[in-house]
């Protein structure tokens, strides 16, 4: 059975920092490339950021040079490191992993919520 857990979401204040994790089970973690998406009110769900199973990575313009992405592939996590928050980044944040070869596999996270607000 896959399971992807997040944990780490919360209330924070703009300018403070988060950092989100999500822990992947059932699957070759190091074969997929794990990203972070997100989902505000009344908007669609949005990529964040990822990070291939060769460890590139790939930013929304909104969060380049604010989040960092990072896996560890012997502990089967994927986390986001993301600073300077803005009140615009308020969303739930999903974890995702995806796989294309041999055959497509995709999973979603439950989903955590982050809210940036004084």
């Known amino acids: 059975q896959v399971q992807l857990v997040e944990s780490g979401g919360g209330l924070v204040q703009p300018g403070g920092s988060l950092r989100l994790s999500c822990a992947a089970s059932?699957?070759?973690?190091?074969?997929?490339?794990m990203g972070w998406y997100r989902q505000a009110p009344g908007k669609e769900r949005e990529l964040v950021a990822f990070i291939t199973s060769g460890g590139s990575t790939n930013y929304a313009d909104s969060v380049k040079g604010r989040f960092t992405i990072s896996r560890d592939n012997a502990k089967k996590t994927v986390s986001l490191q993301m600073n300077s928050l803005k009140p615009e980044d308020t969303a739930v944040y999903y974890c995702n992993a995806d796989r294309q070869l041999p055959d497509r596999l995709n999973y979603w996270g439950q989903g955590t919520q982050v809210t940036v607000s004084s």
């Open positions: 059932g699957i070759f973690f190091s074969g997929y490339t």
